[in-house]
């Protein structure tokens, strides 16, 4: 199991919950408890729960399966607690988990959420979360299909349409940064 928290001995003294990692998530109890234990100032917990559908347009999807860059993917998701830790700065705690390898119809695949005084902030924060890892994390899904009676059985690997979208603002950002090296060489030089 790939996590990512301050300091692995004690989970509590983390304001993240961060996994990468084959099945099991870490359960709805697990979860309930690290967001709970930790402000008496925190009057709201929201969670977002990703469950593999049984259908995708028509066709029966038997499960899906998820491959990721590893290291990458828990890197960019501690950068995407922290970005929102900064963005919703009441938010105590954050957790973000996905699995890597089978999910069959039903089971879960991804969990964000966090807790807040208010549950505005709370909600708000978690829909950001969702939307930031399926723009941001390096981790591609495919879905895998039951023979649809062609003979032909078997998956497609599918983008995430936030990840088509925030590949413009990575590239953007990647441009920025190539620009600012390219400057300050320039400064260098003269």
């Known amino acids: 199991m790939a996590t990512d928290n301050n300091d692995s001995s004690d989970k509590s003294s983390s304001p993240f919950l961060i996994q990468v990692s084959e099945p099991p ?40 399966h998820y491959e990721g860059y590893t290291s990458m993917a828990l890197s960019t998701l501690h950068s995407l607690c922290v970005d929102a830790k900064s963005k ?6 954050i ?26 902030e709370a909600l708000a924060c978690t829909e950001y979360l969702i939307d930031e890892l399926k723009a941001r994390v390096p981790i591609w899904k495919k879905e895998i299909y039951e023979d649809d009676g062609d003979g032909e059985s078997g998956g497609v690997w599918k983008e995430n349409v936030e990840w088509r979208e925030g590949r413009r603002c990575r590239v953007m950002v990647k441009e920025q940064e190539g620009e600012e090296e390219l400057q300050g060489t320039k400064a260098e030089e003269e």
Request: hydrophobic share 35%; aromatic share 6%.
């Open 88 to 93: 919703y700065p009441t938010v105590d705690r």
């Open 25 to 64: 998530l870490p359960t709805y109890n697990e979860i309930h408890h690290f967001l709970s234990t930790s402000s008496p100032n925190c009057g709201a917990i929201a969670t977002f729960a990703g469950i593999t559908r049984n259908t995708f347009q028509n066709k029966k999807v038997l499960q899906l």
């Open 95 to 120: 957790v973000a988990v996905h699995i890597l390898g089978s999910c069959n119809v039903g089971e879960t695949s991804v969990i964000v959420g966090c807790n807040a005084p208010h549950r505005k």
